[in-house]
């Protein structure tokens, strides 16, 4: 699975490209104009709280 940073989805965005790859909420967050973009294919990936719990661990 990749997951696409926001810079990376916003330069994409600015070359008109398509998107297939996945993201996370972060990138909703910092860049909600993702949504309207007729060329992203891929998914929002929500985290829960174990997620945030493992990151910190490691």
Not at 1 to 8: A, E, G, K, N, Y
Not at 35 to 52: C, E, H, M, P, R
């Amino acid at each position: 699975m990749v997951i696409l940073d926001t810079s990376v989805i916003v330069e994409r965005v600015k070359r008109r490209e398509e998107i297939k790859e996945d993201i996370t909420v972060v990138t909703f967050v910092e860049y909600p104009k993702i949504v309207y973009y007729k060329k992203f294919y891929g998914k929002i990936l929500f985290s829960d709280i174990q997620d945030f719990i493992l990151a910190h661990n490691i």
